[in-house]
DNA sequence: CTAGCTGCAAAAGATTTGCATGTCC
DNA sequence: GGACATGCAAATCTTTTGCAGCTAG
């Protein structure tokens, strides 16, 4: 496991202490997984890929506990235009590049935006925490079918 | 009816005959109010709202025609992280504030980001169609109660 | 007239919930 | 030990689909 996710797994046992939550097996692998996968799975696709590893884990237990982790902000869900919702681990600063045909959805970083000021009009409406830049296109293997 | 209401309904109008595309009594009354609405409703809030009008309107109805309005980019399908999709006239160049509490959508326009131009590391992913900014807050109403 | 719509009802897909059992702290 | 979490099954909520009748062009 690289170091960031080694960082993400002690960050994320400390978190679940401080909120209260059990840190069950069930839970850790969710995480585990997730922190290492980057092509922000839906539910089922996390609970398919996991009921190897652990056969008896359950998929109403994955919704519950991203239910869960989203809840203590521990995890992001992902908005997407399919019918399933997707979760990545919640990282500020990133923004996603989600290609029309084949659906993926690849995170990109972008500086100069995270820097720059909403306009004066927003400022009216209230408080803003967070923005994000959704960007709609074709990636480059779609491009070339 | 405001005049931008009455232009997007005749390039409605149209863009239904370009495409093909009936005009009936339920998608003329579908577009009119969603052109008019201003909180991206749902499609249920869409047909409880119009079957006073239109008592035979049915849900399945509103939904096969909003798919049809959104295959043809006349409608956007407006992500959100609640488990009922959202929709509004398409119209490029505006993005979206959203309160975390009463799940209000907000339309607002940034010329500044609509002018900026993506990061280079984009590039190499494919061809960007549009991007759009999503903003997560606390609307002023929310935040003083 | 007739291809394309609509309404009805039923199905499908995604997510949530009640409950009994199991387990982390 | 006791509160919390899990697994199972069933329920719920949202959206889609098959089909027969209706209607815009």
Redesign the pocket.
Known sequence: MEDTHKQQLTAFEDA??KA????????IEIFRYLAEASDHP???TLHLRLVDK?P?????????????FVEHGLVSKVQTVE???RFEVAQLLHHHLICQKCKEIIDFQWQFFDDAALPETVRAWGRVERKNVVAYGTCIDCLSK
Do not use: I, K
């Open positions: 679940c202490r209260g939550l059990r840190l069950t097996p069930q839970r839906s539910a089922e652990m008896t884990l359950s998929l109403d237990t994955v919704y519950r506990t991203l239910g869960t019918s399933q919702a």
